[in-house]
């Protein structure tokens, strides 16, 4: 059995860094504009729902798991699942909790090298003067390699390997490296996102212009807030709402398990996991819907905000909004914003980290420096694609695969494991034990039946997603005896390259169709570089295990 060569100096250094990892970019970028796609105040009420239903039983269940496999010397998910429940191909379903960390590290760490260049950019005076069609051509010609007569954007891949360095530098230090950034990174993100957020509070109708005459930053608070309880009924934004949970508390990815597995063993996991998910959805919930949306709707007007709602709205719009506020207040915004959202983005990325460190210490006697740094490899290797390829669709793969269908995937039977073969009884006693808050005894049954019901209806969401997501109608057309129409967004025409395929058919000229084809190739190289990664630590589990059985130390 291996020893905890490593822990936590601090329960508010532990907390800051369960929340660093779950308060991420997607607080930010991607919260606001699912609420403004999903109809505003009627997207937060099945949203707080989903939280209580399924984000708080899984944070439940990642604390109490990680506790009990890192009692018995295990930092990592294939054996942290391996020490709860005997067999050996469970021990297969942990690989995606490393997995999942190191793809999603690949492309995490491109976006948060964007808010380092934004930062830089913001203090030098880019963006002063341009209009918000040169800011918003400004990132398109950032990530573009057609923009470079050598086919490689030079800054992205310099501020991406620095971005990379950072982080791997960081983890080398231990969990004390990544407890210091948390107690540092996350009160300056709380203290900038608090600040943007007054001028989001404040800015009223004072950003109107000849051209947004009507613009008004209440309109857009009061879209956000303000329910339209018809749509309640639209399974499409229950589904937007669950899925969202999934993103914001990080749950699906094995880092909470990790980090919970360094704890003793009568350590507190009830109050520690409530506090950190409700820390996570105070920036998400509040900071994150007083920014972006009422300081867009109080210059171009909650009209323009949408049309064009979207996650590169951070990039392509703030930078020009700001500029609206002076020489000096557009520089210090612009590091209020890409810093928080850097913060924001650091502290997730670290976590990503310590699956596989943890892995390769507890397995093959790995020391902390090099555990970090032939992870940063890995990035660097995997990564270096979404760079170089970012327009032709390998960093979208990589997130719809590692970071949309692996979560939801692991999520559901990690909860199916703990409650139904783990067993509640025990489950129970691991969630309960030294517990500093009465856990609400509901949350035996929501954890045993409705956690584990949602999710696989998220799956089977995901894989029979309808046409347009329009679940409705798809049920009509079903019930009346016309089928089921299924999107090509869903998980069985993605596999098949059916939206590329209908555009393929569409096209006319020889110049579309040499681009689509050469957008499924170069995905189809994302897939096999995802699925090889899935198939190395596959095998080293395998290796692993095999090692552990001639030490005499392997469950059966």
Not at 81 to 107: E, P, Q
Not at 191 to 203: C, D, E, H, M, S
Not at 325 to 352: E, K, P, Q, R
Not at 529 to 548: C, D, H, M, T
Request: proline fraction near 3%; include cysteine; charge should be neutral.
């Amino acid at each position: 059995m291996s020893v905890k060569s490593d822990g936590w100096g601090s329960r508010v250094g532990l907390i800051l860094a369960m929340a660093g990892n779950a308060v991420g970019l997607g607080n930010f970028l991607r919260f606001p504009v699912q609420a403004v796609q999903n109809g505003g105040g009627a997207f937060i009420i099945p949203y707080l729902v989903c939280f209580v239903v399924m984000g708080i039983p899984l944070l439940f269940i990642e604390w109490s798991s990680g506790r009990f496999g890192g009692r018995h010397g295990n930092h990592s998910t294939p054996y942290i699942l391996d020490s709860m429940v005997k067999g050996r191909i469970l021990k297969y379903i942990g690989v995606f909790g490393i997995f999942t960390n190191i793809a999603v590290a690949a492309y995490y760490c491109y976006i948060e090298s964007w808010t380092m260049s934004y930062v830089y950019h913001s203090i030098v005076g880019t963006f002063n003067g341009m209009s918000q069609a040169e800011v918003a051509g400004f990132f398109n010609s950032y990530v573009d390699i057609g923009q470079s007569t050598t086919g490689i954007p030079y800054e992205a891949v310099v501020f991406y390997i620095v971005c990379l360095v950072l982080n791997t530098y960081i983890l080398s230090k231990g969990l004390k490296g990544i407890e210091k950034v948390a107690k540092i990174g996350m009160p300056l993100l709380i203290f900038f996102g608090v600040l943007l957020a007054i001028r989001g509070l404040t800015l009223g109708t004072s950003g109107a212009s000849e051209i947004f005459p009507n613009a008004n930053a209440w309109d857009g608070l009061n879209f956000l807030w303000t329910p339209q309880y018809e749509s309640l009924l639209d399974l499409k934004v229950w589904m937007a709402a669950a899925g969202q949970i999934f993103f914001t508390l990080s749950v699906g990815m094995g880092t909470i398990h990790c980090y919970a597995a360094y704890l003793e063993a009568k350590d507190d996991i009830a109050l520690n996991a409530v506090s950190a998910g409700f820390m996570n959805e105070f920036v998400e919930v509040v900071l994150g819907s007083l920014i972006v949306i009422p300081i867009a709707a109080g210059y171009l007007g909650l009209d323009w905000v949408l049309e064009n709602a979207g996650f590169g709205m951070a990039f392509q719009t703030m930078p020009y909004l700001f500029q609206q506020w002076g020489d000096v207040l557009s520089i210090l915004a612009g590091v209020f914003w890409f810093g928080l959202l850097f913060f924001a983005g650091i502290t997730s990325s670290l976590a990503m980290g310590t699956p596989w460190i943890g892995f390769m210490r507890d397995e093959f006697n790995w020391n902390q420096t090099k555990g970090a740094w032939s992870f940063g490899a890995m990035i660097l290797i995997l990564g270096m694609p979404t760079v170089i390829f970012f327009q032709e669709g390998v960093f979208d793969e990589y997130d719809y695969w590692a970071g949309t269908v692996s979560l939801v995937v692991f999520a559901m039977m990690e909860t199916i494991l703990f409650s139904w073969v783990f067993g509640m009884k025990k489950g129970w006693r691991e969630i309960t034990s030294g517990a500093d808050i009465k856990v609400p005894n509901v949350y035996k049954y929501i954890i045993k039946y409705v956690t584990p019901i949602m999710l696989i209806v998220i799956f089977l969401g995901s894989l029979f997603k309808p046409l347009d997501n329009d679940w409705s109608g798809n049920f009509s057309s079903l019930f009346s005896g016309n089928g089921w129409s299924l999107d090509n967004g869903s998980i069985i025409k993605t596999v098949t390259h059916a939206g590329i395929k209908q555009q393929l058919a569409a096209a006319t000229d020889v110049a579309t169709q040499t681009a689509l084809n050469d957008k499924m190739f170069y995905i189809n190289i994302a897939r096999f570089l995802l699925l090889g990664l899935f198939i190395f630590i596959s095998v080293l589990v395998y290796v692993a295990f095999q090692k552990r059985r001639r030490e005499g130390r392997a469950t059966e």
